[in-house]
């Protein structure tokens, strides 16, 4: 192959043989922009095919990727409440030493265990609840907003979830509607008393309060691609099983 | 004869006192709270729904509603007489320590929110006691605190509620678009 480009490659060209060989970029991009020598054409359809297939690829892996988030939001979801459920049932620690009864709480405080089910009979939603509300628990449910109360300690208990996903049911609650959590300990109604719009950085409703509370957060517009810049937050305040 | 009249009479008289005397304990309008407990528990009376007696002490029973608990406490909203609910009320405890709830004994680290305990809250002196699961338990009783809410600080903050699927799947579909778009130039370029 040398053979062929030996003579002409050094005949006036400082550029080198290969420049020689591939005379269609510098033709296309330097000296004759109109025109397109078969050569740089070539090219030009080589870069396209390779952007098309690079393209295909691409949007396959992501669609892809999103497709399996879905999968593991369902069957993370179904497993989770199933679990839970299953747990519902705890052994007799009433003989137990101190020591053994604190493993077990911990060993039942995995971070991919539900802590507790959200249900919603109004909106037929019912989703796990997990300790933390990283990115793997909101796929996969709902999560425990940190600095907040939990549902069996009291305060004003925060639960977090993606408006794309479990709690965009949310934008048809209605005041009044109740909120039931369910934890291993007791089962809590909550009544909604407002729904609020607020700033992503405006905190002031996820205050404690002094009697039990829930308050659940997602972003809002509902529907929006990136970040939102408000929260949709809907109240609720404990139902007393001794008063009703 | 006139006199032993007078003495049974009296006999009689002192006998019907000594049994009705108990019964008058166990009256919560009637118990001798000390200055002490009232000073503690100016409601008491309101929320007492009967007194007993329990190791030759005489205390009031109150229940209520548990609002939150705590690592060596829990917070209570006794019912009043006409339906309302008491201030909140911390009662110090040990997280071991068990009670009674829907008949069942549970440890206090076990409580949760909307439970209905009683306490004891001892007649002469500013103590109050979650009442034990067996009524042989040894009462815990601790001073009687301020009534007052308890919340705490807020340190939450704004959870990120949004993902980055919908991020994803856009992107996702805007290449499969795009390369969608250079296969139908190429096929008709082609052709």
Not at chain 1, 27 to 36: A, D, E, K, N
Not at chain 2, 32 to 60: H, M, W
């Given at each position: 192959?040398?053979?062929?480009?030996?003579?002409?490659?050094?005949?006036?060209?400082?550029?080198?043989?290969?420049?020689?060989?591939?005379?269609?970029?510098?033709?296309?991009?330097?000296?004759?922009?109109?025109?397109?020598?078969?050569?740089?054409?070539?090219?030009?359809?080589?870069?396209?095919?390779?952007?098309?297939?690079?393209?295909?690829?691409?949007?396959?892996?992501?669609?892809?990727?999103?497709?399996?988030?879905?999968?593991?939001?369902?069957?993370?979801?179904?497993?989770?409440?199933?679990?839970?459920?299953?747990?519902?049932?705890?052994?007799?620690?009433?003989?137990?030493?101190?020591?053994?009864?604190?493993?077990?709480?911990?060993?039942?405080?995995?971070?991919?265990?539900?802590?507790?089910?959200?249900?919603?009979?109004?909106?037929?939603?019912?989703?796990?609840?997990?300790?933390?509300?990283?990115?793997?628990?909101?796929?996969?449910?709902?999560?425990?907003?940190?600095?907040?109360?939990?549902?069996?300690?009291?305060?004003?208990?925060?639960?977090?979830?993606?408006?794309?996903?479990?709690?965009?049911?949310?934008?048809?609650?209605?005041?009044?509607?109740?909120?039931?959590?369910?934890?291993?300990?007791?089962?809590?109604?909550?009544?909604?008393?407002?729904?609020?719009?607020?700033?992503?950085?405006?905190?002031?409703?996820?205050?404690?309060?002094?009697?039990?509370?829930?308050?659940?957060?997602?972003?809002?517009?509902?529907?929006?691609?990136?970040?939102?810049?408000?929260?949709?937050?809907?109240?609720?305040?404990?139902?007393?099983?001794?008063?009703? | 004869?006139?006199?032993?009249?007078?003495?049974?009479?009296?006999?009689?008289?002192?006998?019907?006192?000594?049994?009705?005397?108990?019964?008058?304990a166990a009256d919560c309008a009637t118990a001798q709270f000390s200055d002490?407990v009232l000073a503690r528990f100016p409601n008491i009376r309101a929320v007492c729904t009967e007194v007993?007696?329990?190791?030759?002490?005489q205390y009031a029973v109150v229940k209520?509603?548990?609002?939150?608990?705590?690592?060596?406490?829990?917070?209570?909203?006794f019912k009043l007489a006409d339906?309302t609910?008491s201030?909140?009320?911390?009662?110090?405890?040990?997280?071991?320590?068990?009670?009674?709830?829907?008949?069942?004994?549970?440890?206090?680290?076990?409580?949760?929110?909307?439970?209905?305990?009683?306490?004891y809250v001892k007649v002469?002196?500013p103590?109050i006691?979650?009442?034990?699961?067996?009524?042989?338990?040894?009462?815990?009783?601790?001073?009687i605190?301020?009534?007052?809410?308890?919340?705490?600080?807020?340190?939450?903050?704004?959870?990120?509620?949004?993902?980055?699927?919908?991020?994803?799947?856009?992107?996702?579909?805007?290449?499969?678009?795009?390369?969608?778009?250079?296969?139908?130039?190429?096929?008709?370029?082609?052709?």
């Amino acid at each position: 192959m040398p053979h062929q480009y030996s003579t002409e490659a050094f005949h006036g060209s400082d550029q080198g043989p290969i420049h020689k060989l591939r005379r269609g970029f510098h033709s296309r991009g330097v000296s004759h922009g109109i025109h397109l020598p078969s050569g740089g054409r070539h090219a030009y359809t080589r870069v396209l095919r390779w952007t098309e297939i690079g393209a295909y690829i691409a949007g396959a892996l992501l669609c892809s990727l999103f497709a399996l988030a879905q999968a593991d939001s369902a069957l993370g979801s179904t497993n989770a409440i199933e679990e839970f459920a299953a747990s519902l049932t705890p052994p007799d620690q009433s003989l137990w030493a101190a020591g053994r009864v604190r493993d077990y709480q911990a060993a039942q405080k995995s971070p991919m265990q539900a802590v507790a089910v959200l249900t919603i009979p109004s909106l037929k939603l019912e989703v796990p609840v997990f300790d933390t509300d990283d990115e793997l628990s909101l796929n996969r449910g709902a999560g425990l907003v940190a600095g907040m109360g939990t549902p069996d300690s009291g305060g004003n208990v925060g639960i977090a979830g993606h408006r794309d996903g479990f709690f965009r049911a949310l934008k048809d609650i209605k005041v009044g509607d109740v909120i039931e959590i369910r934890t291993r300990l007791n089962l809590h109604r909550y009544r909604v008393t407002t729904i609020d719009i607020v700033d992503k950085d405006d905190k002031r409703l996820l205050a404690d309060t002094e009697l039990p509370a829930v308050t659940l957060v997602t972003c809002y517009p509902f529907y929006f691609v990136g970040n939102a810049p408000q929260r949709y937050l809907v109240a609720a305040t404990y139902v007393w099983p001794s008063d009703s | 004869m006139r006199r032993s009249i007078y003495l049974s009479i009296i006999g009689v008289t002192a006998m019907l006192g000594g049994i009705a005397a108990p019964a008058m304990a166990a009256d919560c309008a009637t118990a001798q709270f000390s200055d002490a407990v009232l000073a503690r528990f100016p409601n008491i009376r309101a929320v007492c729904t009967e007194v007993i007696e329990k190791d030759g002490q005489q205390y009031a029973v109150v229940k209520g509603d548990l609002v939150r608990t705590g690592t060596n406490a829990v917070y209570m909203k006794f019912k009043l007489a006409d339906g309302t609910k008491s201030d909140t009320r911390k009662i110090e405890t040990r997280p071991e320590f068990r009670v009674k709830v829907d008949g069942k004994p549970v440890s206090v680290r076990n409580l949760a929110v909307g439970q209905e305990l009683t306490a004891y809250v001892k007649v002469s002196d500013p103590v109050i006691a979650l009442e034990p699961a067996e009524p042989a338990d040894t009462l815990a009783a601790y001073p009687i605190q301020d009534a007052g809410p308890a919340v705490a600080a807020n340190t939450a903050e704004m959870p990120r509620t949004a993902g980055p699927m919908p991020t994803v799947l856009s992107l996702g579909g805007l290449l499969l678009a795009f390369a969608g778009v250079l296969t139908f130039l190429r096929v008709r370029r082609e052709s």
